[in-house]
């Protein structure tokens, strides 16, 4: 039998006083499940695989009213089945589209220093650590975000671009050249935000990178 990590340890340790509960319908889940099989029989699940300004973008679902829940309570509420539940499903999706195979390390599209402070974390940080433990990939922190910005839902498309200018950065010491990279976002909508921190990885000397998100917004599929 495989000896279980110190993590894996604690998780088992944890579960039996918060044990994982449903991100759906809350329902208590047993240890190595994510989502109840009835709510997984309803969820909307959309693997998807499309070119979205020259770059290669998979998604888990489409953002509708039940996706937005999941996705605001892992954004805002530090709510963990949520965060677990959009991990899990990222790597299922991955290993269904056998997207992002041979890649070398999991950049979360950062947020600026003033929303960590705010809420804490990053959600896209925690859920690509989450999603780091199933694939086998591990996370690059390798961006950041140079100022706070208006929020992206709230703007035109050409506002958007003009939005995100310059925005973000890859850190001095990140170890990325020649590296193949998988960019991880939450939401995916116009694929902006996915342009610009693919832009500035490239032009720091990666050598591919695909992205990766839970929803993807704004098209119906
Ligand atoms: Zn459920």
């Known amino acids: 039998m495989k000896k279980a990590t110190f993590t894996e340890l604690a998780e088992r340790v944890l579960f039996t006083v918060y044990p994982r509960r449903c991100p759906v319908c809350g329902i208590q889940l047993p240890t ?11 969820f909307p699940y959309k693997y998807h695989k499309e070119t979205l300004n020259g770059l290669t973008v998979y998604s888990v679902c489409g953002y509708n009213e039940l996706t937005k829940n999941i996705v605001l309570g892992a954004k805002n509420q530090r709510d963990g089945d949520k965060l677990d539940f959009i991990a899990y499903a990222a790597s299922d999706m991955m290993k269904t589209l056998d997207a992002g195979e ?15 402070f705010t809420r804490g974390y990053s959600h896209t940080e925690k ?9 086998g990939i591990p996370v690059i922190n390798a961006v950041k975000k140079g100022r706070a910005t208006a929020e992206q839902k709230s703007l035109s498309h050409a506002q958007r671009k003009l939005n995100l200018k310059g925005v973000f950065y890859v850190k001095e010491n ?11 976002d939450d939401v995916c909508t116009t694929g902006a935000t996915l342009l610009e921190v693919c832009a500035c990885l490239k032009e720091a000397g990666c050598k591919d990178v695909v992205c990766v998100c839970f929803a993807r917004a704004g098209k119906e599929k």
């Open 32 to 42: 190595e499940e994510y989502i109840c099989a009835k709510c997984a029989e309803s």
């Open 102 to 116: 041979s890649a070398d390390g999991i950049v979360p599209v950062p947020q600026h220093i003033s929303k960590y």
């Open 127 to 135: 859920i690509s650590r989450q999603l780091s433990r199933h694939i």
């Open 174 to 184: 990140a170890d990325i050249k020649g590296k193949r990279l998988i960019v991880f």
